[in-house]
């Protein structure tokens, strides 16, 4: 959900994503975007100039399988050696 004051402007789910096909070195940037932006008229860095007073997630179960799981946290291991 998108809120902005307190008002609900728009929500949207994300059915499915792939899992681990994400590249590892992409944030979750807010107020300041350095690697992708959201499409190719943003220039790069592209800093958001207002104020964000509050961001909340609310992250739903896994839908992960045991199998991607084990290699998620095995790519984490990886990438912090």
Not at 15 to 43: A, C, Q, W
Not at 44 to 73: C, H, M, N, W, Y
């Amino acid at each position: 959900m998108l809120s902005v004051d307190g008002k609900e402007l728009d929500k949207k789910t994300i059915k499915h994503t792939i899992p681990l096909m994400m590249s590892i070195d992409e944030t979750f940037d807010v107020g300041l975007d350095t690697r992708t932006g959201v499409d190719n008229s943003y220039e790069l860095p592209f800093r958001f100039t207002g104020k964000i007073d509050k961001l909340t997630f609310e992250l739903g179960p896994s839908q992960l399988s045991e199998v991607e799981e084990k290699a998620a946290a095995a790519a984490l291991a990886t990438a912090h050696d």
